[in-house]
């Protein structure tokens, strides 16, 4: 399982169990998955490049350091993605959004893009995408993919749990792209859904089916 992080951090363990329960209220669920994603956001933003900026402060002047949040961009796979969004955001408020629209075709699993819409000026840009969910890896490979094509600086994958199907998936077809996760689930089952995963993530959010 190279260059995949596995954020073990107690709060970020405790709110994942609290989601996966069947019983959690979609209400509970996104407020729930805001409050993981800020805390992932720490870690994913953790090597972000900082540059100088002179600032005074109340006794002299010195040179800070911040970083450049405009030229980071979080592409959110709709929809589930969108429920990563927001607490990625609270961190890095200068953040660009990119939003690719992609679901699985229930029979083949394959990801079918329906939506691309992308900040301009990707070559000078690092990625972040968001997903909650990586099951087969389609839908992560197949957005990776379309990415690649404005030619970004980076691009890293953040999401809330991973099979180790998607994985293999992922990294077989984009090696250069590190994965962030709060869990590694045990497997897919016939439908492609993880177990014991926490259900369909976009419907478990926005309080569909
Ligand atoms: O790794 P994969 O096998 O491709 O599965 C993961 C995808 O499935 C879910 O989206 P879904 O197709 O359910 O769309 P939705 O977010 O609109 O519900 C999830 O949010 C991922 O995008
Ligand atoms: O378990 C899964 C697999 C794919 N998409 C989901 O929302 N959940
Ligand atoms: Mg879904």
């Given at each position: 399982m190279n260059r995949v992080t596995v954020v073990t951090h107690p709060l970020v363990q405790h709110k994942l169990t609290l989601m996966r329960?069947?019983?959690?209220?979609s209400n509970s669920f996104r407020r729930l998955l805001g409050e993981l994603s800020t805390l992932m956001a720490y870690e994913v933003t953790r090597d972000m490049p900082l540059q100088d900026m002179p600032i005074e402060t109340p006794l002299e002047a010195m040179t800070g350091k911040v970083i450049d949040g405009k030229k980071l961009v979080f592409v959110s796979i709709l929809r589930a993605g969108n429920g990563f969004l927001d607490g990625m955001l609270n961190v890095v408020p200068g953040a660009r959004v990119g939003h690719v629209g992609l679901y699985r075709?229930?029979?083949?699993l394959q990801a079918v893009e329906y939506y691309f819409k992308m900040p301009s000026g990707m070559d000078a840009r690092d990625v972040v995408v968001v997903d909650p969910m990586l099951a087969t890896g389609n839908s992560a490979a197949a957005c990776v993919d379309r990415i690649k094509r404005l030619d970004p600086r980076s691009i890293k994958f953040v999401c809330l749990l991973a099979a180790p199907e998607g994985i293999h998936r992922l990294h077989k077809a984009h090696p250069d792209v590190p994965i962030f996760t709060a869990a590694i689930d045990r497997e897919l089952n016939?439908?492609?859904?993880?177990?014991p995963g926490l259900g369909d993530a976009g419907d478990r959010i926005f309080g569909t089916k």
């Open positions: 329960r069947k019983d959690a209220s075709d229930p029979a083949t016939d439908h492609g859904y993880i177990l």
